[in-house]
């Protein structure tokens, strides 16, 4: 990856954390000021502020701290420095346990509302998504047994309405997570209405951890395209071996060549063997040896030539659509979508605390970083969608109970309540060590994840 591509990923991933956050301690803030608690500061990032400013009636202090990752509202509390008698009322320690529980709780929720209000904004105006069409499965699978043939669209999942791969993606991973036979509802490009029962589901929670499609055979549709080289990347081994843009490829050693799909195929499949190819280049014939090279560090990626296929407006047209909602359904559809997330958010984590779930599912920033960048090179659309979703992981992690997080918090305020005044410092300050020590294993555990991605692709 180039230095500018660095900065590009660095750059978008910054852009997404730095709204999360402000966000994030915004909800905490406004809330504060609501119930009339002062605040003192209010700072982006940790360590040594590098620019502040003090504004409005009570002076609070606006700073940037130097590492990025997170922030903090710091508000007025007798726990934390002495203040003076006539600003007591305004202490957050003198509020009632209600007041401190919605100060609390404010940042989470902001959280999900940005997410809301994303996913409004996408559906209100519209995102060119792939369309629900199914491929031939593969022999033997749950999908090939039930019947299943290529070009069918996909209109529902148990009832659910599906309008896009990535839904029908979803909506499969909710079902199977509880062993639920699937029916999709699906139409024939001849318009004929077809009804299919996925019944065998004899597959772990952990093969659908990547794709929760394929462990079922139900695969993406990909039209045919003519085996005509487009694209040929500079030092690949296509480039050495000598392809050139226009050249239709006819044969692949023995193997007659059809479609796109078919070199593909074999390419994939050849890491490190040398493969005899018969072309066809400005109505002459010719015959050039290339040897595939593995794509990446992970060997289940297969071979790679570096070149690419011509592209075909009609074939994009048959897989694409665009999926957008009016003003009215667009809001509703964002607080399911929101919702959904975040219950299915909270049902991986228990899957991963039982085991049933890899802990490699858990991510840190560089791995973040990088679906940031990814994203952003997709478009507008796509970075969003990604916003909305980490500002919902967010949300939902800042509301687990565990001490230093806003959840734990939020059940000393509960064990409080339940006994009628506060819990003594000795037991905040386990807690806080107990939880200290809870963030700091999923810390290392995200970084290790990340490390791991970069060393094996």
């Not at 695969?219 to 000598?242: K, N, W």
Request: charged fraction near 20%; glycine fraction near 8%.
């Amino acid at each position: 990856m180039s230095f500018q591509m660095i900065l590009f990923y660095a750059g978008a991933f910054l852009l997404a954390l730095g709204l999360l956050v402000i966000v994030h301690e915004m909800g905490h803030f406004l809330a504060a000021r609501l119930c009339g608690v002062k605040v003192l500061r209010f700072a982006i990032g940790f360590g040594k502020v590098i620019w502040s400013k003090r504004l409005g009636r009570d002076q609070t202090e606006w700073a940037v701290a130097l590492l990025p990752l997170g922030g903090y509202v710091k508000m007025l509390d007798e726990r934390e420095g002495e203040v003076a008698s006539h600003e007591l009322p305004r202490a957050f320690n003198r509020q009632t346990v209600g007041r401190r529980a919605f100060i609390v709780v404010a940042g989470p929720l902001a959280n999900l509302l940005l997410a809301i209000f994303i996913y409004w904004l996408i559906f209100l105006t519209g995102m060119t998504e792939l369309k629900p069409r199914l491929g031939t499965p593969p022999a033997n699978s749950a999908a090939a047994q039930a019947g299943i043939s290529a070009g069918a669209v996909v209109r529902s999942v148990n009832g659910v309405v599906i309008a896009s791969w990535q839904d029908l993606r979803w909506e499969v991973m909710r079902q199977t997570m509880d062993r639920q036979p699937l029916v999709l509802e699906a139409i024939t490009p001849q318009g004929n209405a077809l009804r299919y029962e996925v019944n065998n589901l004899q597959f772990s929670l952990a093969e659908t951890e990547k794709d929760p499609l394929t462990p079922l055979g139900l695969v993406l549709y990909r039209p045919s395209l003519p085996a005509v080289v487009d694209q040929v990347l500079p030092a690949s081994p296509a480039a050495i071996a000598g392809f050139r843009p226009g050249d239709k490829i006819l044969q692949v050693g023995n193997k007659k060549i059809s479609e796109w799909a078919d070199v593909t195929a074999v390419v994939r499949a050849s890491v490190d063997q040398r493969l005899v190819f018969i072309l066809e280049r400005a109505g002459q014939r010719l015959t050039l040896s290339a040897t595939p090279q593995m794509s990446g560090k992970d060997p289940a990626k297969g071979g790679r030539l570096g070149i690419g296929v011509r592209d075909d407006p009609a074939a994009f047209e048959q897989m694409t659509t665009l999926v957008r909602y009016s003003a009215d359904e667009a809001i509703w559809r964002a607080v399911a979508k929101t919702w959904d997330t975040s219950f299915m958010s909270l049902r991986m984590m228990g899957r991963m605390i039982t085991g049933d779930l890899s802990w490699k599912n858990l991510s840190g920033p560089v791995t973040i970083a990088d679906y940031a960048g990814q994203t952003a090179r997709l478009g507008l659309s796509y970075y969003l969608s990604f916003i909305a979703l980490i500002s919902i992981s967010l949300g939902v992690l800042n509301l687990l109970p565990i001490p230093v997080l806003d959840g734990g918090h939020l059940m000393y305020y509960l064990a409080e309540f339940i006994k009628g005044g506060p819990l003594p410092e000795r037991v905040l300050e386990i807690g806080q060590r107990i939880g200290f020590t809870l963030l700091a294993l999923l810390m290392l555990f995200a970084f290790y994840n990340d490390f791991h991605r970069l060393l094996v692709g």
